[in-house]
Nanobody, 132 residues
């Protein structure tokens, strides 16, 4: 399993970025894939996750609802995170993650299970910095 993030960078308050996660090595069309972030001195937190099968269910953390949009492209085996109206509090390293051995469903329990770090696969992360 390999997850490779890209698209991070530095933007000003109110700016936008699109993060990409290229996935390989597992059944992409029957997975839950999510974005997490970790700011300096803080715990890793779930941001958004998506079911890549026909269900297409998505789940967002309250802090990003209405500003971030997660989507997937099965043909390219990629997951995207479009981030609009960025705030300084969004500054963090953003990670893409999945657990092919789990039958999880997008939601807070999936976030908690993945963040616990007991199972699953993670990308190397991409830095997002928002400044005034």
């Amino acid at each position: 399993v390999q997850l490779v993030e890209s698209g991070g960078g530095s933007v000003q308050i109110g700016g936008s970025l699109i993060l990409s996660c290229t996935a390989s090595g597992f059944s992409f069309d029957d997975s839950v894939i999510g974005w997490f972030r970790q700011a300096p001195g803080k715990e890793r937190e779930g941001v958004a996750c998506i079911s890549t099968n026909d269900d297409g269910h998505v789940y967002y953390a309250n802090s990003v609802k209405g500003r971030f949009t997660i989507s997937s492209d099965s043909a390219k085996t990629m997951v995207y995170l479009r981030m609009n109206n960025l705030e300084p509090e969004d500054t963090a390293v953003y990670f893409c993650a999945t657990d092919p051995l789990s039958s999880g469903y997008p939601g807070p329990m999936w976030f908690d299970t993945m963040a616990a770090g007991v199972a699953g696969y993670w990308g190397q992360g991409t830095q997002v910095s928002v400044s005034s």
